[in-house]
């Protein structure tokens, strides 16, 4: 695997959930874990539904569309409980995605959250993102590649931290403009 | 000099000059040229008189002021002809500035530009930026730094272009927000 390889990381901005309808999604083109070749912005709503349809979007805007090797996102939701299809994302786009997460997700928190919301129909998607695999740094789920091609893909591109650097920087830009200053992620 | 100062670099984001009244301003706190650390952001008026005073407000606001061994700027305004007070800058927040142009900026269109404004008052800013120092890169002007010094640390961080990393990634990222996706500098 070529150390820079290009790769999309997806974060969302801090946002309110009590006064915020929408929030931006960052999506950050990084080559490898070496340097920063992009920045992308759209936004999803809050506890919606429209995140996958978000983000085909802003990868087929892109650019750097042909040359992506990856797409990886923070956990399966943005803006909230706006869970996203991650195979639909990988077989739509031709690129596939690694979803990452630091801890494991708590399935009946977002399944109750879900039925709260009047999004039932979202969950499945929980389920359809799969086993959640562990590479002893992070646990991530994945579409359209094989758990151990995502691990190397996670490993290269965690230079800086144990989270990989198209994801750290993304989360930094987010919380820098929902905040004003985005704390460390490190 | 060590490779790892940390040095906080400054851009705004892409704006409408017909219709924004302000725009975005984004600080990115880099270790060197080599990864960044921070993201922070705040507002200017389009061609008003307040950059000078949100940028003091960035740097005293961030976690990480007493640990910046420089500020860059990309030119010496921001959001239009919202000139810096470089020297006001860099005494008032106690660490040096350097202010980076690709080319010669035409000085002669930005005293009519304020003039046309009603901004007299900052044409003085202009010529208290001092000497334009060139490298043979960049060209630049320096406060509460010698040139020398300043051609170093922008050797340093320029390491994927020939515009210092701060400076490269905080342009990014304005251009991501303005626009939905940034254009290339490099």
Known sequence: MKREIR???FDDASFDKFSDRETLVIGCVFRGGLWLEGVLTDTVTVDGDD??????????????RSQLQAIMLDGIALGGFNIVDISALAEKSGIPVIAVMRDQPDLGKMHRALRKLG??????LLAKAGTIHNDGKVLFQVASISPEEAARMLRMTATRSDI???????????AGIGKGESTGRA
Chains 1, 2 share one sequence.
């Open 7 to 9: 790769i999309l990381g």
């Open 51 to 64: 995140a996958t349809e978000t983000l085909l979007r802003m990868v087929s805007r892109s650019r750097f």
């Open 119 to 124: 999004k039932e129909r979202l969950i499945p």
């Open 164 to 174: 990989p650097e198209p994801l750290r920087v993304a989360h930094l830009i987010g």
